[in-house]
């Protein structure tokens, strides 16, 4: 079993829409839990960390966090074209990252 | 500008001729780390540093070394390259201070060929 599980997509949407993106994970230890955005041919960007549950806002985008059940999540509010790309979750313990597979999305105009 | 540059960017080589590609980053970050991506199974950690000298094994880290001498640099060598080395790999670094990894960049890929 991977540590990271991540919903696999593809996703397409009508812009607008609420988006959702998901990862388990399945070791304790995990201590900070962080989103990135990759567009094609590029490096990923870092788009939201954080290190507790609850959940964590920037602009459209909110990062949630359930420590108890294993769960990240990455909700894009009022999503644009400009939003398509593969969105990786990644979870951190000390130095060592470990990542989920991708989703990409495709947002619609 | 704050930037991580790799080099080279393309490299297309023989199984057992030894290669390194470069890491760089001008912004005194501690963390450095090396990754490969392949199709459908998202970014792999090869090794990571926590600052000088300071080097750790990730995920995938047989068939790599890496070196931290200084600050900026953390070069990835592959002393006996093999067609299963073929892939996408992208260095990152990233501030320590505090427990805050808001500043992170990635470099803009190498994408490597072993033939």
């Known amino acids: 079993q991977k540590e990271v599980e991540q919903d696999p997509g593809p996703l397409s949407v009508p812009e607008g829409a609420i988006v959702s993106l998901n990862c388990t994970y399945s070791n304790s230890a995990f201590q900070y839990f962080m989103w990135y955005r990759q567009y094609s041919r590029k490096g990923p960007e870092l788009l939201m960390y954080t290190y507790s549950s609850g959940n964590k806002e920037d602009g459209r985008f909110t990062a949630q966090v359930d420590k108890s059940s294993?769960?990240?999540?990455?909700?894009?509010?009022?999503?644009?074209?400009?939003?398509?790309?593969?969105?990786?979750c990644a979870i951190k313990e000390a130095g060592k990252s470990t990542f989920g597979d991708g989703t990409t999305l495709t947002v619609k105009p | 500008e704050a930037q991580v540059t790799q080099n080279p960017r393309y490299l297309i080589t023989v199984t057992?001729?030894?290669?390194?590609?470069?890491?760089?980053?001008?912004?005194?970050?501690?963390?450095m780390s090396w990754y490969r991506q392949d199709p459908g199974l998202g970014l792999r950690q090869i090794y990571y540093s926590m600052n000088v000298e300071v080097t750790d094994k990730g995920d995938v880290?047989?068939?790599?070394?890496?070196?931290?001498?200084?600050?900026r640099?953390?070069?990835l060598i592959l002393e006996?390259?093999?067609p299963n080395q073929t892939s996408l790999?992208?260095?990152?670094?990233s501030s320590l201070?505090?427990?805050?990894?808001?500043?992170?960049?990635?470099?803009?890929?190498?994408?490597?060929?072993?033939?």
Do not use: W
Not at chain 1, 72 to 85: G, T, V
Not at chain 2, 97 to 115: I, K
């Open chain 2, 16 to 31: 057992g001729k030894k290669l390194t590609v470069t890491c760089s980053q001008n912004m005194n970050h501690e963390y």
């Open chain 1, 70 to 88: 294993k769960y990240i999540s990455l909700f894009i509010r009022d999503s644009q074209p400009s939003d398509s790309a593969t969105y990786l």
């Open chain 2, 97 to 115: 201070a505090g427990v805050s990894y808001n500043e992170q960049f990635f470099g803009p890929g190498t994408r490597l060929t072993v033939l």
């Open chain 2, 89 to 93: 790999y992208f260095c990152a670094s």
């Open chain 2, 80 to 82: 006996s390259p093999s």
């Open chain 2, 61 to 71: 880290p047989e068939g790599y070394k890496v070196s931290r001498k200084e600050k």
């Open chain 2, 73 to 75: 640099n953390f070069p």
